[in-house]
């Protein structure tokens, strides 16, 4: 297996290493729930979470991840606005990585934002949080995490996600880990909200929810952002997007007995999801949550040599080392 | 600013040994060439007397190139490029005219902005610039300009060039208008409404990278109501940078039809896909972008029906800072002056273009759609001349480009072809990798 240096995207991860975080994550999620949630893996490392964005879990799980791991977390939240995005990107990846931070967490609006700050930032293990519409890796795993806990393996297993998938990093990142990890994914949206040529994934693409349905292991629904959307003409309203996407609890009894429902978060109940679902037995939505949590402490741990050390970092760690060794010889 | 002056002096000379291609007169043999007082004295064999001879053995001496489609960014953004750097990077890449799209800041919509233009060109005396006028006062689409008195003091076409004429009745009225005085309009292709946000071409590309598409849609459909008001206004209407297969498409039907449709293609659109911008290459972003496969082979194809008579680059300089900000913040466009002829003659190499055919859609053809005095070695004509090793390789390093701005896709990949001299007016102005200012 390869050692991990970034954590850009699921496009950049062997199955080799997405099955080693699953693997450690799942190990860390009794730490959380002990009553001492600590433990010293990460002392002396430094967190920066840098969100250009609004998060709650995401940023929440980062920081709680490194805190229980014992690193020392900063939080940067920083709204953008849309002209100076690009600039005040670049900038700020610059200034951070100057603090000699061991892991950068990035958040931001612009597809391609990890991937630009990790390649002007040698020296800085760099977290995709969520890049606009391209990826969202983090989540992929904690999925996968969740999914495993009910299934063993998720290969040959279907995921069904419904909603907005036009603008969804998370639908992305699946439709790339799918393909790594052998499952399948089916799609279900108005032509609206599909990306031109999404079926090249290999993945099913269904208009028809209800037709969708069965043979699905896992409902995975998208957040629906209405501001953006009924303005662009994705489609007519709210009321009009319920009946026909809106997982209730009669679409639930289409479904098989086991399958199981999830949603990355944040939910507007009564929109993609009923409350009934959201809140019943198949939910795995607050799994998800607290998988969140163990998977980022995997990806720091790893990312800050719970291996071995990336090459490129131990150079500039060796040239501090042996910098202070003379001043201990010189006192 | 340097004092350059006004006349230089000229010696005659005479290019020794090369194979001399000049399509608008049918030349395409081993043969010299005579320049005497500014001018092309004649091309066939001659004696060398006491005049300099130029060693052109193993290269190819045609007429200076002729690039219709440049952006100059001066006046108004001359930290990305000005009429002087413009100037080096278009004789170091063997162009000796050049037309200069009108988006400068404050736009070419006055006589006054055009004089300036052409006097400061003059001025530096490198390359012959020619402007191309706006089409709408500030470019905004509303009111025409004085286009009469533009053309006058030297406006050789009619453009609103980095923004489409979108309006359909203000587009007619220019078309009906320019062609009362046979003026050339010359469109950016894209309906607005339909390619708002986008960023790269739309498709799997886009899809993969989670960033806005520009269908390709949005330049056909604005391409096809151009050429139906082309037919009502009887005009004469040129496509600036066409892209995608439906246009070409068009294009080809309508001057089937007798139209006075003309079009030009960008050497990105020929040589490269939408596969260059994975990875968030912002250097790979224009606009309109790069296409897929199947629309590279159709502009190929319509290169080699004549379909598409033109190769203007659309030179598109762009600091750094408009670059390096993430693909969806980026700057569209690529500079190209310097990379036009290497990257063109991948086509003759591809047996697409014989090397006259291709040369022509590089000088007599745009010079002929412009009535501009230029794009030939005929007797008389003003030594505009383009010396260059079609076999030569080389790697392009996009810090030793004569442009202020360095962003181009090609850095680092091996170029054949390699321009040796460039002479404009008589005068050597390029010499192996040296501009004599």
Same mark, same amino acid.
């Given at each position: 297996?390869?050692?991990?240096?970034?954590?850009?995207?699921?496009?950049?991860?062997?199955?080799?290493?997405?099955?080693?975080?699953?693997?450690?994550?799942?190990?860390?999620?009794?730490?959380?729930?002990?009553?001492?949630?600590?433990?010293?893996?990460?002392?002396?490392?430094?967190?920066?979470?840098?969100?250009?964005?609004?998060?709650?879990?995401?940023?929440?799980?980062?920081?709680?991840?490194?805190?229980?791991?014992?690193?020392?977390?900063?939080?940067?939240?920083?709204?953008?606005?849309?002209?100076?995005?690009?600039?005040?990107?670049?900038?700020?990846?610059?200034?951070?990585?100057?603090?000699?931070?061991?892991?950068?967490?990035?958040?931001?609006?612009?597809?391609?934002?990890?991937?630009?700050?990790?390649?002007?930032?040698?020296?800085?293990?760099?977290?995709?949080?969520?890049?606009?519409?391209?990826?969202?890796?983090?989540?992929?795993?904690?999925?996968?995490?969740?999914?495993?806990?009910?299934?063993?393996?998720?290969?040959?297993?279907?995921?069904?996600?419904?909603?907005?998938?036009?603008?969804?990093?998370?639908?992305?990142?699946?439709?790339?880990?799918?393909?790594?990890?052998?499952?399948?994914?089916?799609?279900?949206?108005?032509?609206?909200?599909?990306?031109?040529?999404?079926?090249?994934?290999?993945?099913?693409?269904?208009?028809?929810?209800?037709?969708?349905?069965?043979?699905?292991?896992?409902?995975?629904?998208?957040?629906?952002?209405?501001?953006?959307?009924?303005?662009?003409?994705?489609?007519?309203?709210?009321?009009?997007?319920?009946?026909?996407?809106?997982?209730?609890?009669?679409?639930?009894?289409?479904?098989?007995?086991?399958?199981?429902?999830?949603?990355?978060?944040?939910?507007?109940?009564?929109?993609?999801?009923?409350?009934?679902?959201?809140?019943?037995?198949?939910?795995?939505?607050?799994?998800?949550?607290?998988?969140?949590?163990?998977?980022?402490?995997?990806?720091?741990?790893?990312?800050?040599?719970?291996?071995?050390?990336?090459?490129?970092?131990?150079?500039?760690?060796?040239?501090?080392?042996?910098?202070?060794?003379?001043?201990?010889?010189?006192? | 600013?340097?004092?350059? =002056?006004?006349?230089?002096?000229?010696? +005659?000379?005479?290019?020794?040994?090369?194979? &001399? $291609?000049?399509? #608008? *007169?049918? !030349?395409?043999?081993?043969?010299?060439?005579?320049?005497?007082?500014?001018?092309?004295?004649?091309?066939?064999?001659?004696?060398?007397?006491?005049?300099?001879?130029?060693?052109?053995?193993?290269?190819?001496?045609?007429?200076?190139?002729?690039?219709?489609?440049?952006?100059?960014?001066?006046?108004?953004?001359?930290?990305?490029?000005?009429?002087?750097?413009?100037?080096?990077?278009?004789?170091?890449?063997?162009?000796?005219?050049?037309?200069?799209? =009108?988006?400068?800041?404050?736009?070419? +919509?006055?006589?006054?902005?055009?004089?300036? &233009? $052409?006097?400061? #060109? *003059?001025? !530096?005396?490198?390359?012959?610039?020619?402007?191309?006028?706006?089409?709408?006062?500030?470019?905004?689409?509303?009111?025409?300009?004085?286009?009469?008195?533009?053309?006058?003091?030297?406006?050789?076409?009619?453009?609103?060039?980095?923004?489409?004429?979108?309006?359909?009745?203000?587009?007619?009225?220019?078309?009906?208008?320019?062609?009362?005085?046979?003026?050339?309009?010359?469109?950016?292709?894209?309906?607005?409404?339909?390619?708002?946000?986008?960023?790269?071409?739309?498709?799997?590309?886009?899809?993969?990278?989670?960033?806005?598409?520009?269908?390709?849609?949005?330049?056909?459909?604005?391409?096809?109501?151009?050429?139906?008001?082309?037919?009502?206004?009887?005009?004469?209407?040129?496509?600036?940078?066409?892209?995608?297969?439906?246009?070409?498409?068009?294009?080809?039907?309508?001057?089937?039809?007798?139209?006075?449709?003309?079009?030009?293609?960008?050497?990105?659109?020929?040589?490269?896909?939408?596969?260059?911008?994975?990875?968030?290459?912002?250097?790979?972003?224009?606009?309109?972008?790069?296409?897929?496969?199947?629309?590279?082979?159709?502009?190929?194809?319509?290169?080699?029906?004549?379909?598409?008579?033109?190769?203007?680059?659309?030179?598109?300089?762009?600091?750094?800072?408009?670059?390096?900000?993430?693909?969806?913040?980026?700057?569209?466009?690529?500079?190209?002056?310097?990379?036009?002829?290497?990257?063109?003659?991948?086509?003759?190499?591809?047996?697409?273009?014989?090397?006259?055919?291709?040369?022509?859609?590089?000088?007599?053809?745009?010079?002929?759609?412009?009535?501009?005095?230029?794009?030939?070695?005929?007797?008389?004509?003003?030594?505009?001349?383009?010396?260059?090793?079609?076999?030569?390789?080389?790697?392009?390093?996009?810090?030793?480009?004569?442009?202020?701005?360095?962003?181009?896709?090609?850095?680092?990949?091996?170029?054949?072809?390699?321009?040796?001299?460039?002479?404009?007016?008589?005068?050597?102005?390029?010499?192996?990798?040296?501009?004599?200012?």
């Amino acid at each position: 297996m390869t050692q991990l240096n970034h954590l850009l995207g699921i496009r950049q991860l062997e199955k080799a290493q997405i099955e080693y975080l699953l693997n450690l994550g799942g190990s860390f999620v009794g730490l959380s729930r002990r009553n001492v949630k600590k433990a010293p893996t990460l002392r002396g490392k430094t967190v920066i979470n840098l969100f250009f964005e609004n998060s709650t879990r995401t940023r929440t799980s980062f920081e709680l991840a490194g805190k229980r791991l014992s690193a020392d977390v900063v939080n940067i939240s920083t709204a953008a606005s849309a002209t100076s995005k690009g600039e005040s990107l670049f900038d700020t990846g610059q200034t951070l990585a100057a603090m000699n931070p061991d892991v950068l967490v990035i958040r931001h609006s612009l597809a391609g934002a990890a991937e630009f700050l990790a390649a002007m930032l040698p020296d800085t293990a760099v977290v995709n949080a969520g890049d606009g519409a391209h990826e969202h890796p983090t989540q992929i795993l904690t999925d996968l995490l969740t999914l495993r806990q009910s299934w063993t393996d998720v290969a040959g297993k279907t995921i069904t996600i419904v909603g907005d998938i036009a603008h969804s990093r998370v639908a992305n990142s699946h439709l790339i880990s799918a393909a790594k990890m052998g499952y399948k994914v089916r799609l279900v949206a108005p032509k609206t909200l599909l990306p031109m040529q999404v079926e090249r994934y290999g993945c099913e693409v269904f208009h028809d929810f209800d037709a969708a349905i069965p043979g699905s292991d896992c409902l995975y629904m998208l957040r629906i952002q209405a501001e953006r959307l009924t303005s662009s003409c994705c489609f007519p309203s709210i009321r009009e997007y319920h009946t026909a996407y809106g997982l209730n609890m009669h679409r639930l009894t289409l479904a098989g007995e086991n399958c199981l429902v999830m949603h990355p978060g944040p939910m507007n109940r009564g929109v993609e999801i009923a409350s009934e679902v959201a809140d019943g037995a198949k939910s795995r939505i607050l799994d998800q949550v607290e998988n969140g949590v163990a998977v980022r402490m995997a990806i720091l741990t790893s990312l800050c040599g719970g291996g071995t050390a990336p090459a490129r970092r131990d150079g500039k760690r060796k040239q501090a080392e042996s910098v202070m060794s003379a001043q201990a010889r010189l006192l | 600013m340097p004092a350059y =002056p006004v006349v230089k002096c000229m010696a +005659d000379f005479l290019i020794k040994g090369g194979h &001399v $291609i000049d399509p #608008a *007169n049918g !030349i395409d043999r081993s043969a010299d060439v005579l320049v005497k007082h500014g001018s092309i004295a004649g091309v066939g064999k001659f004696k060398a007397g006491t005049e300099k001879t130029i060693d052109a053995r193993g290269c190819i001496v045609c007429p200076g190139l002729v690039d219709m489609h440049v952006h100059l960014r001066e006046p108004g953004q001359e930290w990305k490029e000005d009429i002087e750097s413009g100037s080096r990077a278009a004789v170091a890449g063997g162009v000796t005219t050049m037309c200069c799209m =009108p988006n400068t800041q404050p736009c070419l +919509d006055h006589a006054g902005v055009i004089r300036q &233009v $052409i006097e400061r #060109a *003059n001025q !530096i005396g490198l390359c012959n610039v020619h402007p191309v006028g706006a089409v709408t006062r500030n470019l905004d689409g509303k009111e025409l300009t004085e286009m009469r008195e533009l053309a006058g003091d030297g406006a050789v076409a009619f453009s609103d060039d980095g923004m489409p004429v979108w309006h359909g009745g203000v587009m007619r009225k220019a078309l009906e208008y320019a062609s009362s005085f046979g003026y050339l309009v010359i469109q950016h292709a894209e309906d607005l409404q339909l390619t708002e946000g986008g960023c790269v071409n739309e498709g799997w590309v886009s899809t993969q990278l989670g960033v806005a598409g520009i269908p390709s849609e949005g330049e056909d459909a604005m391409i096809s109501r151009d050429i139906m008001l082309t037919q009502l206004a009887d005009a004469r209407y040129h496509v600036a940078h066409i892209s995608t297969r439906g246009s070409v498409a068009l294009v080809r039907q309508a001057r089937g039809q007798g139209l006075k449709v003309s079009a030009e293609a960008a050497p990105h659109h020929f040589a490269l896909t939408e596969d260059e911008v994975l990875g968030f290459n912002a250097d790979a972003k224009m606009n309109p972008p790069l296409r897929t496969e199947e629309d590279r082979q159709a502009v190929i194809e319509g290169l080699r029906d004549g379909t598409i008579e033109v190769i203007a680059t659309d030179h598109a300089p762009h600091h750094e800072d408009d670059k390096r900000c993430g693909l969806s913040c980026a700057a569209f466009g690529i500079v190209g002056l310097e990379t036009m002829l290497p990257v063109s003659l991948g086509l003759v190499k591809q047996s697409v273009l014989s090397m006259p055919e291709l040369i022509a859609k590089m000088a007599c053809n745009p010079a002929r759609l412009l009535n501009l005095d230029a794009g030939t070695l005929s007797e008389g004509a003003a030594a505009d001349i383009c010396i260059f090793d079609p076999e030569a390789t080389w790697r392009l390093d996009r810090n030793k480009l004569q442009s202020r701005s360095k962003n181009t896709p090609w850095h680092g990949r091996e170029m054949t072809g390699k321009v040796t001299h460039t002479v404009k007016g008589g005068r050597v102005v390029f010499e192996h990798g040296n501009i004599h200012a």
